[in-house]
């Protein structure tokens, strides 16, 4: 397309610094110093744990995911509700990829992600399908990837493709080696057929 450079070049989020949370050592630059979406995404996975594990709604949403026929014989429309559900989770990860885009890398891009959405999975899964578990598992696989990139910057002796390879590695030794009995929802990706 003409104009590649121009229209591809958005003027990106600037960091917001949270008065005395930014100033704590250590933690403070690295959860309190981010732009608008970050804390965004704060608020977000509160609001979605309140919600499965504290409302009606989550309840009817939950046993969906569990046994759709239950949930049918008593009234919920498994259909309906499992539509809205995708709606929402489409909502968030829209979040994730506006931080891509407007934060994290100013362009749009093939291959932008790098292979982050299956890193996304490993960490609902490292996080036992919990929305505060599966949050805290990405912070950890999002630390590994700033990681590799601080060694390179000191100037580490360890190869760059090893650099490369290090969230992908702390993410298959997460998943295979600390989650234990990870159980998904028992209906997860199966579709119910009224009968």
């Not at 291959?111 to 490292?126: K, Q, R, Y």
């Not at 650099?163 to 209906?187: K, N």
Request: hydrophobic share 50%; proline share 7%; no cysteine.
């Amino acid at each position: 397309a003409p104009n590649t450079e121009t229209l591809n070049s958005p003027e990106t989020f600037n960091a917001v610094a949270i008065p005395g949370l930014s100033e704590i050592p250590v933690i403070g630059p690295i959860l309190f110093r981010q732009s608008f979406i970050v804390y965004l995404m704060y608020v977000v996975v509160a609001l979605v744990w309140f919600g499965l594990y504290r409302t009606r709604w989550g309840l009817r949403l939950r046993s969906v995911g569990e046994h759709p026929q239950a949930a049918d014989t008593v009234g919920i429309k498994v259909a309906a509700t499992r539509y809205r559900a995708v709606l929402l989770a489409g909502a968030v990860a829209g979040l994730g990829g506006a931080f891509y885009t407007l934060v994290s890398v100013p362009r749009f891009n093939q291959e932008m992600t790098a292979g982050a959405g299956f890193i996304a999975l490993a960490a609902v899964i490292f996080g036992k399908w919990d929305p505060i578990r599966a949050t805290l598992a990405a912070l950890l696989f999002g630390f590994a990837t700033n990681l590799q990139g601080v060694l390179s910057v000191i100037g580490s002796p360890v190869p760059s493709q090893f650099m490369l390879m290090l969230p992908y590695i702390v993410t298959i030794f997460a998943v295979a080696g600390l989650v234990g009995r990870s159980r998904a929802p028992a209906a997860d990706g199966e579709p119910y057929i009224k009968s």
